[in-house]
């Protein structure tokens, strides 16, 4: 292709058509309480690692069911596994186990 | 002639006993109160049109005023009897009537808010129910824990409704509009106070009431934030510190108040249970099981048992005059069956 001097940005809107659905059905596959969930956010309003760093588990599970779970596995270090945000879940959906297994599937991935 | 019974005298079941008795059937009505209509004796204004419930409380009075009706007040029906043709009533206890139908209008109860341990209710002062603040309203004056003017009031939605932890996974359907109700009237007595309502959902599914939310917002100068608050605590100064995402920004939000209104939802009230248990009609969380959503919904699986109101589900007062009225239809086809037979 000939240099024209510019190049195409990638878009940065969120797009459903390139996100991969593989990673969230595995997901609901290990809890499937995730699927239950519709965006409150009181996990992560009640969230200890929220209160220091810029970690937004809400955020990261939505990420997560679009499809767009890259660089996920960085931010999910930063939680420490509390499970407020469980407790305090008005759709019970068990929030802790969902964070472990975003981890596992996200290190599983990075392993291939 | 034949007899109907109605169990408890609220909006649904007056409606529906004036009906019947405008129809020339004798109706006796039972409620456990010393008193009939006391959850909208409760309220201060009604929604969408802000009519004083008082207006209400009188008109509804009145029809029980008819002829044809029998109110026992005090008179808690503690059972129910099917007898083959007739059902028999156990009334506080002792006594036994018996009726050729009988119409359940139990109602609703509020939601216990202080089973939200989590939001302070019981714990704070400054935390306080919808109910409460309906009293504050009627009284016009609405003081914070301190007997101070308010400088910021929240209103959270979805109180023991759209709650697994309480087991109440069903939507209260009314307080999404109450709580914009409640805070128009609240601006109408605090013209200074910061006024926010923190919700899921804005659930405006009735006549005036998307309007409503839209003249909150642009008249009123109400502001809404989208998120559960999951936490309420007191601060040093006696205000409660409230701790919730806002979940259009992703951020998660702090905010101090001087009063956090609960908005609890409608559960089936404790007489709606006694009955439903005594005659097999209970349905999901207590409510009265209906035979069919669309086209029985007046009756349930027992013949001669019908239901009206909120004691099948949380329902508006308009919506529960309506109940009240097609159920006193569907109980008058019953009654000429009946006779016929």
């Known amino acids: ?112 | 002639m034949k007899k109907v019974a109605i169990i408890g005298a609220g909006p649904a079941g007056i409606e529906a006993a004036s009906v019947l008795a405008r129809a020339g059937v004798p109706v006796t009505v039972f409620e456990k109160s010393s008193d009939s209509l006391s959850n909208l004796r409760d309220k201060s204004f009604l929604f969408p049109n802000f009519q004083p419930s008082p207006e209400l409380v009188d008109e509804f009075s009145g029809k029980l005023q008819a002829d044809n009706i029998t109110v026992r007040h005090g008179s808690c029906i503690t059972e129910l009897k099917w007898k083959g043709t007739s059902w028999e009533l156990v009334c506080n206890g002792s006594q036994n009537l018996v009726f050729d139908a009988v119409l359940i209008a139990t109602g609703y109860r509020t939601f216990d808010a202080s089973r939200k341990e989590e939001l302070g209710y019981g714990i704070y002062k400054g935390v306080i129910t919808s109910l409460e603040m309906e009293q504050m309203i009627k009284s016009g004056s609405i003081p914070n824990a301190n007997g101070d003017i308010p400088q910021r009031i929240a209103f959270l939605q979805c109180v023991g409704s759209r709650d697994e932890k309480s087991g109440n996974n069903y939507c209260s359907k009314v307080c999404c509009v109450t709580a914009v109700k409640q805070a128009i009237e609240v601006r109408k007595i605090l013209p200074k106070t910061e006024l926010t309502i923190f919700y899921m959902d804005l659930r405006m599914w009735g006549q005036g009431f998307e309007e409503m939310y839209r003249t909150a917002q642009e008249k009123y100068g109400i502001d809404f934030i989208r998120g559960r608050i999951s936490e309420a605590a007191s601060t040093f100064d006696g205000r409660i510190q409230i701790k919730t995402e806002d979940t259009l920004l992703g951020l998660p939000m702090k905010a101090s108040v001087d009063l956090l209104v609960l908005m609890v939802g409608m559960e089936a009230s404790d007489g709606t249970r006694t009955v439903g248990r005594s005659c097999d009609i209970c349905g999901e969380y207590g409510f009265i099981r209906t035979l069919n959503p669309h086209l029985y919904d007046n009756e349930t699986d027992r013949p001669g048992l019908f239901a009206a109101g909120s004691c099948k589900r949380p329902m508006s007062i308009n919506d529960s005059v309506n109940d009240g009225r097609s159920a006193a239809t569907v109980i008058r086809e019953y009654l000429d069956q009946l006779s016929e037979n």
């Open chain 1, 1 to 112: 292709m000939p240099d024209f001097g510019f190049s195409i940005k990638k878009t940065r809107s969120e797009s459903i058509d390139n996100g991969s659905k593989q990673k969230y059905e595995e997901l609901v596959r290990r809890v499937p309480s995730f699927k239950r969930c519709f965006q409150c956010g009181c996990c992560t309003a009640t969230c200890s690692a929220r209160q220091f760093s810029d970690f937004n588990i809400r955020r990261m599970h939505t990420l997560f069911r679009r499809g767009d779970a890259d660089g996920l596995s960085e931010q999910l270090k930063k939680c420490m596994l509390c499970g407020k945000c469980t407790l305090v879940c008005p759709r019970g959906v068990n929030i802790r186990q969902l964070v472990i297994s975003m981890r596992t599937i996200l290190d599983n991935g990075e392993k291939k």
